[in-house]
């Protein structure tokens, strides 16, 4: 099994930065390809940014150029840094993983989600 634990959300005004952080704990073969998504109230969930093991990036055209990904494999971690944040940037967001939990097997799993609250 495959554990993804978030950390960081929290309430911030308009403007303002946010770093959220995820990590990944258990048995697993390796980690691929991690990601945020967020959901808001009333709406369905959407991806945020993703970013493979190799480094390779991609982002939501919503959050270009204010949100950037990143992950350290040596920790099993990603984290998402949030500049700019604005009212419509208020979500649950949500780790996911990509894991190979042995050479030829795949499942993807989900952290519980960290509210970010961006106030006008």
């Known amino acids: 099994q495959v554990q993804l634990v978030e950390s960081g959300g929290g309430l911030v005004q308009a403007g303002g930065s946010l770093r959220v952080s995820c990590a990944a704990s258990g048995s697993f073969f390796r980690i691929n390809t991690m990601g945020w998504y967020r959901q808001a109230p009333g709406k369905q969930r959407e991806l945020v940014a993703t970013i493979t093991s190799m480094g390779n990036t991609n982002y939501a055209n919503s959050v270009k150029g204010r949100f950037t990904i990143s992950r350290d494999n040596a920790k099993n971690a990603v984290y998402l840094q949030m500049d700019t944040l604005i009212p419509e940037d208020t979500a649950v967001y949500y780790c996911?993983?990509?894991?190979?939990?042995?050479?030829?097997?795949?499942?993807?799993?989900w952290g519980q989600g960290t509210q970010v609250t961006v106030s006008s």
């Open positions: 996911n993983a990509e894991v190979s939990t042995t050479p030829s097997r795949r499942a993807v799993y």
